[in-house]
């Protein structure tokens, strides 16, 4: 006698695949979890600092050892206020050198008649005199504009500057501080000398003791200096 033959759709399901695992989820499965208890390393670009110690996202460290040392900051100002000192100088002996002379003579006309009596001095430097010391003045003032305006607002690094390898950048950019604002910082130190000598010296001796080894100038106008 025949069996009968089970009804239709009521077969039972095939076995899953690889023994008794379920097949898998629509998708795929999960990524396995990464390895050292999860730690997931951070992208490109995620913040550290670049070597320098500038940050992706703008501004130096506070190490002091990041940043340019005092004594190297006077040695590149004398550098750079050399030139300066030696058309300035040249152009005093000018003025003391090169004198207007004047002889005066008095002529005695008492009863005694003497004759004349004559003296000669200096009336003041001659006008050769001041014409060359204007020159070499303007000559000063025009080296320093392009030095400490252009050089150093353009590249970071006057000529003191890059002799001993260094460069004034913007506190937050890390870039050049542009012409405009070069001239007002090294005109703050000028105006300063001239006017008190006491805020002045406090001034330029703050990087001494500052943990970015700046001025007060440097943190009025906001720039910092760090090796090249």
Do not use: H
Not at 4 to 16: E, H, I, L, Q
Not at 95 to 123: H, M, P, R, W
Not at 151 to 179: A, D, H, L, R, Y
């Amino acid at each position: 006698m025949t069996n009968p033959s089970p009804p239709p759709g009521d077969f039972p399901s095939s076995p899953p695949p690889g023994g008794n695992y379920p097949p898998p989820p629509e998708g795929g499965y999960p990524a396995p979890p990464p390895p050292g208890g999860g730690y997931v390393p951070p992208p490109p670009g995620g913040g550290y600092a670049q070597p320098g110690g500038y940050g992706v996202g703008g501004g130096y460290g506070t190490g002091p050892e990041q940043y340019t040392p005092w004594l190297t900051r006077v040695l590149a100002w004398l550098i750079d206020w050399a030139p300066v000192a030696i058309l300035s100088g040249i152009g005093s002996i000018f003025l003391v050198t090169l004198q207007k002379v004047e002889t005066v003579c008095i002529t005695d006309d008492s009863e005694y008649q003497l004759g004349d009596f004559c003296a000669t001095g200096s009336n003041g430097p001659s006008g050769v005199a001041w014409a060359i010391y204007g020159v070499l003045e303007l000559i000063s003032l025009a080296y320093l504009i392009w030095n400490l305006g252009l050089k150093q607002g353009n590249t970071g690094s006057s000529v003191g500057k890059g002799i001993m390898k260094f460069k004034v950048v913007g506190e937050e950019t890390g870039q050049p501080i542009g012409f405009g604002k070069s001239v007002v910082r090294e005109l703050i130190y000028i105006v300063a000398y001239a006017v008190c000598f006491i805020p002045w010296l406090v001034a330029v001796l703050f990087p001494l003791w500052d943990q970015k080894r700046q001025s007060l100038v440097d943190k009025l106008v906001k720039t910092v200096c760090v090796p090249l």
